[in-house]
């Protein structure tokens, strides 16, 4: 019984750390835990100006 | 709604923009930190409408023609994506120069309140100017701001004077009829009589103190501290006290309350799981999730000491005299002088830096600027650093202080390998930067960056280096039949299989054992991995020594269970610093140097100049602290001439390429 609590424990941090970086980049960050995550832009709109 | 924020260069922008919208944005005290527009809701405070309000920052740009390609996203947006009201910057301090775009941007019928800023620093100078009679002059409404200073200086009336003007028609107080941007001489004729139209205006608005030339207190400063050579020997002084208030005095003492919680959940959750559970899944959540994560996120109060001091050192101008101070090297060495502010910038994280080289013009400046940012130690780095100067050097502050002048000094060589490859040797850049004024460094500021910084930290900690510990655990703890391994016999795990070819690659470099080759391994998903893959390799709870209020020293256990000499140690260090940034940088650097050609080059630099730097540290050091040479030299000794040779080759077929284009021109 305990292994199995504590695989569940293991399991929900597991998902939870998956499911932040999910959402992070459905929000556009280029790259979790970057100071300027989200607000720097992506990689198509640096491409330069004519 | 949608305001859009303009001006020029260092007006103020981003901090109005952040005042705003209560974002974080970076913000520096000089020019070209802003490279791509931002957006953010207006604050409820300043928008008492129902209607959302956005605020857009745009890059700094001097005029509607644009020079670089910041420029052009600023002027691409104020024209093609139609703003409701144009938020126009205005440099109280340089108000002649301001207002040359701002007459331009009051050409594009779109509304434009202009928000005067720094008109605090104006006061001081005793300078007056007439906002009422600008207004007036320029046909649009003037408020007076103080964006460092909160909305109780102008920022409210900014955004109720915008909502008023939305919709309303705009007066243009000078208009240069259609000019053919292709004839130069006549763009420079349209320019010269803008110029006038705004040099009569602010001879009309501005009562400012004539100064004689005696020099003020900020020139005698900058005599000083840009001097041709002192200027270096002070950079070198105060990243050197940086590091040592960081990593020494008071970052530990901070730490201190850190790692005691932290120690405390471990022992708790150590004491709920008890005998009952299996001691694979133990280990798991213990070591490889509490333990791992632990150990990086001990030296988060190091790290925030460490970026609030740099953010300080920005916020007061000083960073842009570094720049001046490298310009004088750089030039000589093909680079750009505007390569030295992604390099800045790079230090703080390799991937605003490198985005930040779009304001360089030069394809092949812009390119290798983008390839040698990285070699600056970027936030990700100062744990390792950290770790290493805490476990083998006593905490000595020159440890990572000698990182920053060993990435300049691998800027420099790779500078003059790539001139001499891409065959423009000869060629020479002019930089020319506005130096900020000095300012008393806002601890706001600096606070806000600093705890940006740290929840990102936080984030990274908890998701990228959780699964990437849990992930090292799992194969540190079974082989590949998927049985626990035996204990004391980790050499066979998965890990160990995986990890053990690149150790040998290694073994010149001093540390050819897999577990270190596991931690520099996962060190490329991201930097800080190599602490908590070496805390979990080695099972080390936390690096930080609770009760002497200090990194761990050298006479510790951690030294002797990694198995490490001092000069090894270093090596490692300098391994995991100048080989390739994390994944996300190279990711940035392919989207700016847009050629697969120079990204591979610039991945092969990378790991040839880790491979190389490293190698001399451990072979020379270990001659010199014992008299031989280190295990496996002559295989080193082969990679190392292969790497030279491979480069003076393409050195040899940029030259003659040089020479051949030469000779065609002078044919």
């Known amino acids: ?50 | 709604m949608k305001i859009a924020l303009a001006g020029n260069p260092n007006s103020g922008k981003t901090t109005l923009f952040n005042a705003l919208t209560g974002k974080t944005a970076h913000v520096g005290n000089w020019a070209g930190v802003t490279v791509s527009k931002k957006e953010g809701l207006v604050k409820t405070t300043f928008n008492k409408t129902n209607a959302d309000i956005t605020a857009v920052d745009l890059p700094g740009a001097y005029s509607m023609s644009p020079f670089s390609s910041e420029e052009a996203i600023a002027r691409d947006f104020v024209k093609n994506e139609a703003p409701d009201v144009i938020l126009n910057i205005v440099d109280a301090t340089n108000l002649s120069r301001s207002l040359f775009f701002t007459t331009q941007l009051l050409e594009l019928s779109i509304p434009v309140v202009v928000a005067l800023n720094k008109s605090d620093l104006v006061k001081n100078k005793k300078t007056d100017i007439d906002t009422q009679a600008l207004s007036k002059l320029l046909g649009c409404p003037v408020i007076e701001t103080m964006a460092t200073k909160g909305f109780k200086n102008g920022l409210d009336n900014v955004i109720s004077t915008a909502l008023e003007l939305s919709g309303k028609q705009q007066a243009v107080p000078f208009e240069n009829k259609c000019v053919d941007l292709s004839d130069a001489k006549l763009v420079e004729a349209a320019d010269i009589k803008r110029f006038a139209f705004v040099k009569s205006i602010v001879e009309k608005v501005e009562q400012r103190q004539v100064k004689n030339n005696t020099q003020t207190m900020q020139d005698t400063v900058d005599r000083v501290v840009a001097n041709k050579w002192l200027g270096l020997p002070i950079f070198a002084l105060i990243m050197w006290s940086v590091f040592s208030i960081s990593q020494t005095h008071l970052g530990p003492i901070l730490a201190d309350t850190l790692v005691g919680w932290i120690n405390a959940f471990y022992s708790i959750a150590e004491g709920l799981l008890g005998s009952d559970v299996s001691p694979v899944l133990s280990a798991l959540l213990l070591d490889g999730i509490i333990g791992g994560v632990g150990a990086v996120v001990g030296f988060l109060p190091l790290i925030m000491v460490l970026f609030f001091l740099l953010a300080l050192l920005e916020d007061c101008g000083y960073m842009a005299r570094v720049a001046v101070i490298m310009d004088r090297f750089f030039k000589h060495l093909g680079l750009s002088g505007k390569s030295i502010i992604p390099m800045v910038i790079g230090t703080g994280c390799a991937i605003p830096g490198i985005m930040a080289t779009r304001t360089i013009q030069n394809e092949r400046q812009r390119r290798t600027t983008a390839m040698l940012t990285p070699f600056m130690p970027c936030g990700a780095k100062l744990p390792v650093i950290a770790l290493f100067a805490g476990v083998f050097f006593n905490d000595a502050a020159w440890v990572g202080t000698s990182m920053y002048f060993m990435g300049i000094a691998i800027i420099t060589f790779g500078a003059l390998v790539v001139v001499r490859i891409t065959g423009e040797k000869n060629a020479r850049s002019f930089f020319i930067m506005e130096l900020p004024e000095y300012r008393f460094p806002s601890v706001k500021r600096a606070v806000v960056s600093t705890l940006s910084r740290a929840k990102a930290f936080v984030i990274k900690a908890g998701t990228i280096i959780l699964l990437c510990n849990a992930v090292v655990q799992v194969m540190q703890t079974f082989n590949w039949q998927f049985e626990v391994v035996a204990e004391g016999a980790t050499g066979t795990s998965i890990l160990a299989s995986v990890a053990s070819p690149f150790a040998l690659v290694l073994v010149p470099l001093g540390f050819g054992v897999w577990q270190l080759a596991a931690a520099a391994i996962t060190g490329f998903i991201a930097k800080e991995n190599v602490v908590g893959t070496l805390a979990v390799v080695y099972g080390i709870t936390n690096f930080i020594d609770t009760e002497e209020l200090a990194l761990i020293s050298g006479s510790s256990d951690v030294a002797n269970i990694m198995g490490l000499s001092s000069v090894a140690a270093l090596s490692y260090l300098m391994f995991n610093l100048f080989t390739p940034p994390c994944f996300a940088a190279l990711g940035a650097m392919n989207a700016e140097m847009e050629d697969k050609k120079w990204l591979w080059g610039g991945i092969a630099f990378q790991f040839g100049m880790g491979y190389v730097v490293a190698f001399l540290t451990y072979q020379v050091g270990t001659l010199i602290t014992t008299g031989a040479l280190g295990q496996g030299v002559i295989y080193g000794l082969v990679v190392t001439l292969i790497l030279v040779a491979t480069l003076i080759y393409f050195m040899y077929k940029g030259e003659h390429k040089a020479e051949q284009k030469l000779n065609m021109y002078t044919a």
């Open chain 1, 1 to 50: 019984m305990a292994n199995i609590i504590v695989s569940l424990i293991i399991s929900l941090i597991v998902v939870l750390a998956i499911a932040k970086i999910v959402s992070e980049k459905r929000k556009g960050s280029t790259c979790i835990g970057c100071a300027e995550s989200g607000k720097c832009s992506s990689a198509k709109s640096a491409k330069k100006q004519p």
